[in-house]
């Protein structure tokens, strides 16, 4: 769940995008901006709650930056996303090599030594100690529900909300309605534009919050592409679930299991052959390619995807 927990952020983040009919393979960029951007300024503000606001913030900026290129100017959408990620690399490595001298690294967001602890702390519920050793239902209160960041609980709530806000709300009908038949929202008097804006906002609140959690909470500083591919397995998990909260959240855990299978067998071995950890880290993007080639049937993209909306004038 730790591990997977970005993935779900970024995965919604991309579906809001995706069902107005906007690609966005962005999300990497946005990820490592906001974590960049909310290491930094927990660590000026000594507040993990300031550092979650500027993080969501600045992804915020980055989406909108996105949106201008491709729904004001009709740009393309993967060429600018990809500009959008290359910047984020580049920009928060200059300017963390620039404002703290450690190489691209912001400082350790818990220095006793200097005052410092502003990382988001695990929650742990009432009696999870306690029951830490009786069996099996021990075991699922207090490592499975309980002992996580805040943010894990977020993004798990998120998954329902998002359900219901893309398929049992006005506003959920109109923009998966954009991206498959803009010219008939907009001939109902509804902005493509506005839509389309409102999503990539949407998905820079969500994709921040996953940035953000990297860096305040699970590694409490900032790393040079610390977020290591994340967006695109997102956008992986996206198509895996078939551009459906529930789908996508399934894809997510999938790759979480696979990636904390990883982590665990570094050296593992049978007899005397030593597993690479690198086969395991690449079964998630295997086993997608071998799901979506014709064991979970064909993933339908929203038809108006990748295509930007010039309204016709008359």
Known sequence: MRVATPLIFAALAGMFSERSGIVNIALEGKILASAFAGAAAAYVTNSPWMGLLAGVMVSVVF?????????????????????????????TAALGNYWFKQGGNTPNLVDSANGINARFEPLNFPFADALADVPIIGGIYSELISGHFLLVYVALIMVPITWFILFKTRFGLRLR??????????????????????????????????????????????????????????????????????????????????????DRTQGAAIGTFTIPVQLIEALPYILTVILLGGFIGRAVAPKAIGKPYVKERT
């Open 177 to 262: 309605a954009v991206g498959e038949n803009p010219s008939a929202v907009d001939t109902a008097g509804i902005s493509v534009t506005t839509m389309r804006y409102s999503a990539l906002l949407i998905c820079g609140i969500l994709a921040g919050l996953a940035g953000v959690y990297l860096s305040v909470a699970v590694t409490a500083q900032f790393l040079p592409n610390m977020s290591a591919g994340k967006g695109y397995m997102a956008l992986a998990a996206l198509i895996f679930g078939k551009w459906h909260p529930r789908g996508a959240l399934l894809a997510c855990l999938m790759f979480g299991i696979l990636q904390a299978i990883a």
């Open 63 to 91: 989406a909108m930056m996105h949106a201008f290129a491709t729904v004001t100017h009709n740009g393309d959408q993967v060429v600018s996303g990809m500009a959008i990620n290359i910047l984020a690399a580049g920009l």
